[in-house]
């Protein structure tokens, strides 16, 4: 399922994605907090458009925890260069941090945004029932799909949903996978 909440005019954005998967809470967790990872759900098994290229930070995400990241822009040549902080932790839970992002055009415009993104896991079924929160807090010199009406409406509607979806669900699937691996001892 998917939720996008959006005023047009205004410079707030939230989407929500949501889902299950057969993990146990633990298992997902471990995922999202294992910062080695995101290369991987968020990176080389996303879009090559809109993907994770670079991460700097290593172990496992706590509160005050920073990494720093570099991201593709879908049909631009831009790229996001992230610092995030880890504002939430708490295991099988939830784990929220906060990304200040700068984009700099070939021509020198620069894009300052600040995303917030929050996993919330909850337990159901014997598995798990992820949420994930995208909230746009603020934005600086937005490009130009962010700020005409129409393309605006596609991109906060559309685009972004479409694109966040693939992560989202590549996230779970690691979980399931590392929960169906057999233990070695």
């Known amino acids: 399922m998917t939720q996008v909440t959006w005023t047009a005019g205004t410079p707030g954005y939230e989407m929500t994605l949501e889902s299950r998967c057969s993990a146990p809470p633990e298992d997902v967790y471990e995922v999202l907090a294992?910062?080695?990872?995101?290369?991987?759900?968020?990176?080389?098994?996303?879009?090559?458009?809109?993907?994770?290229?670079?991460?700097?930070?290593?172990?496992?995400?706590?509160?005050?925890?920073?990494?720093?990241?570099?991201?593709?822009?879908?049909?631009?040549?831009?790229?996001?260069?992230?610092?995030?902080?880890?504002?939430?932790?708490?295991?099988?839970?939830?784990?929220?941090?906060?990304?200040?992002?700068?984009?700099?055009?070939?021509?020198?415009?620069?894009?300052?945004?600040r995303w917030e993104h929050r996993y919330q896991i909850d337990p159901e079924d014997g598995g798990s029932h992820l949420v994930y929160r995208l909230q746009l807090a603020d934005i600086t010199n937005a490009p130009w799909r962010m700020r005409l009406p129409l393309a605006r409406a596609l991109t906060h509607r559309v685009m972004i949903p479409f694109l966040c979806r693939r992560g989202f669900t590549n996230l779970l699937r690691e979980a399931e996978r590392r929960t169906a691996a057999p233990v070695r001892g």
């Open 34 to 113: 294992d910062l080695s990872t995101h290369l991987e759900w968020g990176g080389r098994q996303q879009r090559r458009s809109f993907r994770l290229t670079a991460l700097r930070g290593a172990g496992r995400a706590q509160i005050g925890t920073e990494f720093v990241s570099t991201g593709t822009i879908p049909m631009s040549r831009s790229r996001w260069e992230d610092h995030s902080v880890v504002v939430r932790a708490e295991p099988a839970a939830v784990l929220e941090f906060h990304t200040d992002g700068v984009a700099t055009s070939p021509s020198g415009r620069t894009t300052r945004a």
